[in-house]
């Protein structure tokens, strides 16, 4: 299924036209002549036809749903997801604490550590999804792309922890390994052609 | 009264309540899959192979439900209402021939209940008898989506009922008869027989009246979900709403029998090939039921009434006349 019938705003080129409707008759001559008009033109074997037709057709749109599912669209805000990073395959997320700052609903909980490289890591980070409203503002703030929403929509589960603790969210081991980590295009991430449109910082002004 | 008869009287009876039950549900299994098909669904899937067992599971979820009363109804009236509707529907195929007479082990078998010399009469009677269900439980009800479909009900029954009678009267006249064996014999000489092309406006103004009727969807303003909730079957739970739904749909078998023995020829000369025509008959009609649903809209009680008055009843009065006129000269 392709995304651009839904990407695309531009209603006006998608055959969208004002349907022409004729004034309704006032007196009762002109409401006769309406009746008889619509008797006689058989408007009503037209609906007969066009359900029969789609009947015959059998061209059925039904999504079974728990066996297929629909795309969801890159934007979509779900379960949020933890990345790595390409190269070394460690955490990206810094701990700088950006989105437990922004979290409008304050459910971002996160503690650091200095490691023994003198780097902070981060030693908890839990998001109470029974709060969070999925506004994306932690994704959009991220400097570090880390922190991402997931296309995971379905969330029924015997325990609303089970989807909120750091292991959970990042990114595991072998995805990683088969480079089959997705990368997030939804708000704040990297718009495509990035590279072309950087521009050096002059050194000298 | 010999006891062969009566033996064979209640063993037709038994015959009749089972198939047209079991009927009543497999027609809702149909229904759904129907309008699923023509609005590109896929209908009832998940319970059995292609969902067939939906029917089952509808069953059990009807019959297992709590009976409630609320506390503000008429009680006797609220509890009879659906019975009313269950019961006339069965009633009225009483005088149905379902089939033609056919022999088993030398013993010939009239499949109908009784043959009734004003059998029509008796059919279109009950069969309108079977609207005081809505009009009884909506006025029990005391819940006022109820109460103004208990009002429509009323509307309804006092428009369609001068038509269907009005529009079955030249047939009548023509045949001579009210009972449906004698429609039927009229007819056996073969298609060019059919009182459908001596009668065609009688044969359109009585069908529109079927759909009146049973209440189905150009005129499916008794309960129409989508204004008045469930209309009379709002306050109704679990096995009495299920007999107003046996109700409605063995209506709409059985008004499709009577369709084609009055004006299609019914089984025949009563060889196999006619009770299997009749049968495709049936199939068409209670198929058109399904498929007026999906595509029509629901016509205002103003405007169902306006259509009876004004529209179908002058049209089967001079049916009517124009019909005596012809078989006088
Ligand atoms: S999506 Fe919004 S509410 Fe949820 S964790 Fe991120 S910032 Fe907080
Ligand atoms: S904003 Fe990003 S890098 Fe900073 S703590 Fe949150 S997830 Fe980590």
Partial sequence: MKMEQFNDRNVADNGYFLVDIEDYPTDGWGKFKRVVKRTFRAELFVGLWVVLREMIKFDIHTVQYPEEKLPIGPRYRAVHEMKRLWESDAER?????????ICISDCIRMDTKIDENSRKEVTEYTI?????IFCGYCAEVCPELAITHGGEYEQASEQREHFVDYAYMLTPLDKMKAGTQMEFEGFGAITPHEDERVKKTPLAY | MDTAYLIETIIKVVVILL????????????????????????GPMYVGPYGLLQVAADGIKLFTKEDIIPTNVVGPIFKIAPVITAATAF??????????????????????VADLNIGILYILGVMAVGLYGPLLGGMAS?????????????????SYEVVSGLAILAPIMMVGSLSLIDFNNYQAGGISDWIVWSQPVAFVLFWIAAFAETGRTPFHLIANDHEIIDGFGTEYSGMR???????????MFFISFVIPLIFLGGYGDGSMLGALGLIAKVAFFFFFFLWTRAAWPDVRPDQLMWLCWKVLMPLAVINVVITGFVMMF
């Fill in chain 2, 241 to 251: 709403w299920g007999l107003f739904f046996i109700g409605e749909y063995a209506n």
């Fill in chain 2, 142 to 158: 005391a819940n006022k989506f109820s109460l103004l479909s208990a009002a429509r009900t009323a509307a309804v029954f006092i």
């Fill in chain 2, 19 to 42: 198939i047209f039950s079991a009927l009543a549900g497999i027609g809702t299994y149909f229904e759904r899959k129907v309008l699923a098909f023509m609005q590109r669904r896929l």
């Fill in chain 2, 91 to 112: 009633m009225a195929a009483a005088a149905i021939p379902f089939f033609p007479q056919f022999t088993v082990f030398g013993y010939t078998v009239h499949p109908i």
């Fill in chain 1, 128 to 132: 109470n999804l029974g709060r969070c």
């Fill in chain 1, 93 to 101: 997320c810094i701990g700088c604490g950006l989105c437990e700052k």
